[in-house]
């Protein structure tokens, strides 16, 4: 089921706490823009069938990232396309914006996700793995 973008970016301001719906929007463009350039296939287009249709434009039209970025490098990417972003801010962005993406996916799809990702999106998807069931 589709998100409505009023919704997807109001759970973003929310849980961001950002000061308006435009802040959560630039965090959530940079953000899917970055994963976009990961996912491949149907779990890409299964993903973005679940997003409001702006964003999920974003996330089928990036460019393709050359290597996995493990989850600190894909902070330190998102700090370096948000104007005035440090690590600490894009790390905020990026929990709030890829929590919101879990919730609108549910477990299984977001399952299939953590699969084309390094190890360690778990936690910025806000889903920690039990340390017996790691995601890979």
């Not at 460019?63 to 690590?87: D, N």
């Amino acid at each position: 089921m589709t998100v409505r973008r009023e919704a997807f970016l109001d759970h973003v301001k929310e849980r961001g706490e950002y000061d308006s719906l435009q802040e959560a929007g630039r965090a959530a463009r940079v953000v899917l823009a970055l994963l976009g350039a990961h996912l491949v296939g149907e779990v890409r287009a299964q993903l973005a069938a679940r997003l409001p249709e702006d964003s999920a434009l974003i996330l089928l039209d990036p460019l393709q990232s050359a290597e996995p970025l493990s989850p600190e490098r894909f902070v330190r990417a998102t700090a370096a396309w948000i104007e005035g972003a440090t690590g600490q801010t894009a790390a905020w962005d990026v929990s709030a914006v890829l929590s919101t993406v879990a919730d609108a996916t549910g477990d299984d799809l977001l399952k299939q996700i953590l699969l084309q990702l390094p190890a360690g999106y778990d936690l910025l998807f806000g889903r920690p793995s039990p340390p017996d069931h790691p995601p890979r």
